[in-house]
């Protein structure tokens, strides 16, 4: 086989520009992300309405927060094997199809039992989607542009979630709570016939199953001209040595497993914050002495800050990826603790929530990026599930710790300053990743000229 007859798939897409295709590709999987972040945050913002309406505590309450939670994590570490498997599309439709239809099942719940049930079934899907979204995305992108756009796709995910806070405070006056659910059920059908009809699967995955050449060049195709003398497509990657074949024993061989275990464990810390925050400031505040509606709508500016995980994406891309989400999560701890000593000031408690919210969903919503990056083709989906699974038990512990909290009736500060800790012992991982597996300067800037040099190629080339 000549080099003439060869194509390497990623070469291919570090040398022609960002085409319209592989928009559609960020676009779909963007939706997903907006509509998987809805569904998992609208059960937060719907708690106070059933409380009322039910006539039920708020202990009573745990159960029902922590069952998409569950779902999650077990939709999450059972996705990204099947997506190694059998491919991102397939398991990413299926997914969406499953939310979809248990969220709309979910608002005709007529006890805390059944809405319990069904909302673990919406977690198995919401969980099986972000990885394969991720991982899809991430496979379509240029190297030099990689974590952008990444993080801009997953940033769907708390755009979403403060979207369903503004729509709750604004649809439950007017319909009730279960018109929010509704809604959260129908959008992703619409998703799920754009997805059958446009998306396509991952031209890197078809490379590593060694798919036919006929079917990687028709993909390819849509993004730029294939040279027609080429009947083969290869894929290399900077792989760590190991003797492992599948998924799990790649990302827990030798190689990989301080560097897994790290994100899992950043992950995990920074999902206790964000569950913790998400499920329950709107009843803190509520507590706190603000109105509920008044109390809805500053919880949902929490979510809202995660577009600023772009700005991360862009940083990763030129510098040291572990130090700059290390950083979020350390300024994330100091300004959680500012929300503990606001609550009497509006203004200022507004402020903060939307700054803490920025820089936690910035280095959360990060993450993702970071860890598909660090693994090879042949394990990726299973390497960014499992980090999206394991953590999702964070939001489990940040859920349970602030209902022990508030039994143990700690004060508004003090429960924000034990939330805040969280943060930096992600901080403290990430650093020690960085330490066992570094990422250096000279790596760095190497990978990225050799992507900007395929651009200018490109360029040059009139592509």
């Given at each position: 086989?000549?080099?003439?007859?060869s194509?390497n798939?990623?070469t291919f897409?570090n040398?022609?520009r960002f085409?319209g295709?592989q928009?559609?590709?960020?676009g779909?999987?963007?939706?997903?992300?907006?509509?998987?972040?809805?569904?998992?945050a609208?059960?937060?913002?719907?708690?106070p309405?059933?409380?009322k309406?039910w006539?039920?505590g708020k202990?009573?309450l745990?159960?029902v927060l922590?069952?998409?939670?569950?779902g999650?994590a077990t939709?999450a570490?059972?996705?990204?094997?099947?997506?190694?498997?059998?491919?991102?599309k397939i398991?990413?439709?299926?997914s969406?199809?499953l939310?979809?239809?248990?969220?709309?099942?979910?608002?005709f719940a007529?006890?805390?039992?059944?809405?319990?049930?069904i909302?673990?079934?919406?977690?198995?899907?919401?969980g099986a989607?972000?990885?394969?979204?991720?991982t899809l995305?991430?496979?379509?992108c240029p190297?030099r542009?990689?974590?952008?756009?990444?993080n801009a796709?997953?940033?769907?995910?708390?755009?979403?979630?403060a979207c369903?806070g503004?729509?709750?405070?604004?649809?439950?006056?007017?319909?009730g709570?279960?018109?929010?659910?509704?809604?959260g059920?129908?959008?992703?059908?619409?998703l799920?016939?754009?997805?059958v009809?446009?998306?396509?699967e991952?031209?890197?995955?078809?490379v590593?199953?060694?798919?036919?050449?006929?079917m990687i060049?028709?993909?390819l195709a849509?993004?730029?001209?294939v040279?027609?003398?080429v009947t083969?497509?290869?894929?290399?990657?900077?792989?760590?040595r190991?003797?492992a074949?599948?998924g799990?024993?790649i990302?827990f061989?030798?190689?990989?497993?301080?560097?897994t275990?790290m994100?899992?464990?950043?992950y995990?810390m920074?999902l206790?914050i964000?569950y913790?925050l998400?499920n329950?400031?709107?009843?803190?505040?509520?507590d706190a002495?603000?109105?509920?509606k008044?109390?809805?709508l500053v919880?949902?500016?929490?979510?809202?800050?995660?577009?600023g995980?772009?700005?991360?994406g862009?940083?990763?891309d030129?510098?040291?990826?572990n130090?700059?989400?290390?950083i979020g999560?350390?300024?994330?701890?100091?300004a959680?603790?500012a929300?503990g000593?606001?609550?009497a000031?509006?203004?200022?408690?507004?402020?903060?929530?939307l700054v803490?919210?920025t820089?936690m969903?910035t280095?959360?919503?990060?993450?993702?990026?970071?860890?598909a990056?660090?693994y090879?083709t042949r394990?990726r989906a299973?390497?960014?599930?499992w980090?999206?699974?394991?953590?999702?038990?964070g939001?489990?512990?940040?859920?349970?710790l602030?209902?022990?909290?508030?039994?143990?009736e700690l004060?508004?500060?003090?429960i924000?300053m034990?939330?805040a800790?969280?943060?930096?012992?992600?901080?403290?991982?990430l650093?020690?990743?960085?330490?066992a597996?570094?990422?250096?300067s000279?790596?760095?800037l190497a990978?990225m000229?050799?992507?900007?040099l395929?651009?200018?190629?490109?360029?040059?080339?009139?592509h």
């Amino acid at each position: 086989m000549s080099n003439a007859d060869s194509l390497n798939v990623q070469t291919f897409l570090n040398g022609n520009r960002f085409s319209g295709y592989q928009w559609i590709v960020f676009g779909l999987c963007f939706s997903i992300m907006l509509l998987d972040g809805f569904d998992t945050a609208v059960i937060g913002y719907i708690a106070p309405s059933l409380l009322k309406e039910w006539g039920i505590g708020k202990p009573a309450l745990g159960a029902v927060l922590s069952a998409a939670l569950f779902g999650f994590a077990t939709g999450a570490l059972l996705a990204g094997p099947l997506g190694d498997r059998f491919g991102r599309k397939i398991v990413l439709i299926g997914s969406v199809l499953l939310f979809a239809i248990a969220c709309l099942g979910s608002s005709f719940a007529n006890s805390l039992d059944m809405l319990t049930a069904i909302r673990f079934l919406t977690g198995v899907g919401l969980g099986a989607a972000g990885p394969n979204a991720i991982t899809l995305t991430s496979e379509y992108c240029p190297d030099r542009r990689r974590a952008l756009l990444t993080n801009a796709m997953f940033s769907g995910f708390p755009l979403g979630a403060a979207c369903g806070g503004f729509l709750a405070a604004w649809m439950i006056p007017l319909w009730g709570w279960r018109s929010v659910l509704l809604l959260g059920g129908a959008s992703p059908l619409v998703l799920v016939g754009l997805a059958v009809l446009f998306l396509p699967e991952s031209a890197r995955y078809m490379v590593a199953k060694a798919m036919p050449a006929e079917m990687i060049r028709a993909v390819l195709a849509r993004i730029a001209p294939v040279e027609p003398g080429v009947t083969h497509f290869v894929l290399t990657e900077q792989v760590a040595r190991t003797a492992a074949k599948t998924g799990f024993g790649i990302i827990f061989s030798r190689s990989y497993i301080i560097g897994t275990v790290m994100m899992w464990l950043a992950y995990f810390m920074g999902l206790v914050i964000f569950y913790a925050l998400m499920n329950w400031m709107p009843l803190l505040l509520n507590d706190a002495g603000l109105e509920p509606k008044n109390a809805t709508l500053v919880s949902a500016l929490f979510p809202l800050g995660g577009v600023g995980a772009i700005f991360f994406g862009w940083l990763m891309d030129r510098t040291n990826a572990n130090r700059v989400i290390a950083i979020g999560y350390v300024l994330t701890a100091l300004a959680i603790c500012a929300i503990g000593q606001a609550v009497a000031h509006l203004g200022v408690l507004m402020l903060l929530v939307l700054v803490a919210g920025t820089l936690m969903n910035t280095a959360q919503v990060s993450m993702p990026a970071l860890a598909a990056g660090f693994y090879p083709t042949r394990c990726r989906a299973t390497g960014v599930a499992w980090m999206l699974g394991i953590g999702r038990f964070g939001g489990i512990a940040g859920s349970i710790l602030v209902a022990e909290l508030a039994r143990r009736e700690l004060g508004f500060g003090t429960i924000f300053m034990v939330i805040a800790v969280p943060g930096l012992i992600a901080a403290a991982s990430l650093m020690i990743k960085q330490f066992a597996h570094p990422e250096t300067s000279v790596e760095h800037l190497a990978a990225m000229r050799e992507a900007h040099l395929h651009a200018q190629e490109a360029e040059l080339g009139g592509h």
